[in-house]
C-alpha cells in the first residue's frame, strides 16, 4: 500500500511538471490568436460575417481547451485557428478593396 501510495505520489508531480512546461507555450499560443482575432473582429464581423462566426467559434473552443488546463490541445489546435484568423483578416482585406473599387466606380461614373 504504501508503494502505491509513492507511485502515485510521483506520478501526480511528474504530470504536473509536464502540465506546467505546458502552459507558457499554450498561454503564448492563445496570446497570439487572441491578438490577431482582435485586430480582424472590428471589419470581419461586417465584411464576412459567417466565416467571421466560424473563426470566432474556433477561438472559444481554444479557449475553453485552455480553461480546461487541455495545454496539449491548446498547442496542437493553435496553429491552425491562427491561420484560420489570418485568412479572416485577408478574405476581410479583399472585401474591404472590392467595395472600394466598386464606390471608386459609381463616384467616377456620376462624376461623368
Same mark, same amino acid.
Given at each position: 500500500?504504501?508503494?502505491?501510495?509513492?507511485?502515485? *505520489?510521483?506520478?501526480? #508531480?511528474?504530470?504536473? =511538471?509536464?502540465? @506546467?512546461?505546458?502552459?507558457?507555450? $499554450?498561454?503564448?499560443?492563445?496570446?497570439?490568436?487572441?491578438? *490577431?482575432?482582435?485586430? #480582424?473582429?472590428?471589419? =470581419?464581423?461586417? @465584411?464576412?460575417?459567417?466565416?467571421? $462566426?466560424?473563426?470566432?467559434?474556433?477561438?472559444?473552443?481554444?479557449?475553453?481547451?485552455?480553461?480546461?488546463?487541455?495545454?496539449?490541445a491548446v498547442i496542437a489546435d493553435g496553429p491552425a485557428v491562427l491561420i484560420a484568423v489570418h485568412q479572416?483578416?485577408?478574405?476581410?482585406?479583399?472585401?474591404?478593396a472590392a467595395l472600394m473599387q466598386s464606390l471608386n466606380g459609381a463616384w467616377a461614373q456620376r462624376a461623368?
Amino acid at each position: 500500500m504504501r508503494v502505491l501510495l509513492h507511485t502515485l *505520489a510521483v506520478l501526480a #508531480v511528474v504530470m504536473a =511538471a509536464g502540465c @506546467a512546461s505546458q502552459l507558457e507555450p $499554450a498561454k503564448d499560443m492563445l496570446g497570439d490568436v487572441s491578438t *490577431a482575432m482582435a485586430e #480582424v473582429s472590428g471589419d =470581419a464581423a461586417q @465584411a464576412v460575417p459567417e466565416q467571421f $462566426a466560424e473563426v470566432q467559434r474556433e477561438v472559444a473552443e481554444l479557449q475553453a481547451h485552455f480553461d480546461r488546463e487541455d495545454y496539449a490541445a491548446v498547442i496542437a489546435d493553435g496553429p491552425a485557428v491562427l491561420i484560420a484568423v489570418h485568412q479572416l483578416g485577408s478574405a476581410t482585406a479583399a472585401k474591404k478593396a472590392a467595395l472600394m473599387q466598386s464606390l471608386n466606380g459609381a463616384w467616377a461614373q456620376r462624376a461623368n
